[in-house]
């Protein structure tokens, strides 16, 4: 079985541009959570959705918005980037939530300039 | 203060040597995930705890709810075993389901 995919691995986007990122959970997976990983730093969480209902959002402005979708894929959107989104953002996937084995996907390192 | 502390931060050790390292809490939570990451940024599951104590090959996973700490230990390190090792909790209570995430602890084994 495919594990997490993320899509793009790597992007290069200037400030005030918007940018939108996309993760594909494990099959039969109906949680999708992403986390914002700044370098030399541990994760920070993002959002949950579960049931492509939102079941969590952290500590994050409103320009950072996300999706899940029928298919229980999910997209992540931020608009205006600014200089401090430059990070590596990361999709997580479980059967229900954080209260399980979660499943990580590669990453999309994203660098604004 | 963070929520989720751990130590050390960095630690380099010999192969073969016990290694353990450390999560302390200051939030009651309802489940506790040890995971380890590396270069590139790959983060895998090692272990999820409510209690007590797991085993799986050379790692172990303990925790203390009342004394909100946790411990992994890797038997008999090898330089495969060097990663980036997160602690990450999820809160009780309801809220946000997300985890919250220690610093991580940079683990080199030399040979």
């Known amino acids: 079985d495919a594990g997490v995919t993320q899509s793009p691995t790597h992007l290069i986007k200037t400030r005030g541009q918007h940018v939108t990122l996309r993760c594909s959970p494990i099959?039969?997976?109906?949680?999708v959570s992403w986390y914002q990983q700044v370098l030399g730093q541990g994760p920070q969480f993002i959002f949950q959705?579960?049931?492509?209902?939102?079941?969590g959002r952290g500590n994050f402005p409103d320009r950072f918005s996300a999706r899940q979708f029928p298919n229980y894929s999910s997209e992540l959107n931020v608009n205006a980037l600014l200089l401090g989104d430059s990070a590596l953002y990361l999709c997580?996937?479980?059967?229900?939530?954080?209260?399980?084995?979660?499943?990580f996907g590669p990453g999309t390192r994203l660098l604004v300039l | 203060k963070n929520e989720v502390e751990q130590s050390p931060q960095n630690l380099t050790a010999q192969e073969g040597e016990f290694i353990t390292i450390n999560c302390s809490y200051s939030v009651g939570i309802s489940a506790l995930h040890w995971l380890q990451q590396h270069p590139g940024g790959g983060i895998v599951s090692l272990f999820m705890l409510s209690s007590g104590k797991k085993k799986h090959g050379r790692l172990i996973a303990t925790i203390n709810i009342q004394e909100k700490h946790s411990s992994l230990h890797i038997t008999a390190s090898h330089p495969r075993d060097s990663a980036v090792y997160i602690c990450?909790?999820?809160?009780?209570?309801?809220?946000?389901?997300?985890?919250?995430f220690g610093k991580g602890t940079h683990l080199i084994i030399q040979p």
């Open positions: 990450a909790v999820r809160r009780s209570g309801g809220g946000a389901d997300g985890l919250t």
């Open positions: 997580a996937s479980s059967l229900r939530g954080s209260k399980e084995t979660q499943y």
């Open positions: 959705y579960y049931e492509k209902e939102e079941r």
């Open positions: 099959s039969g997976h109906k949680s």
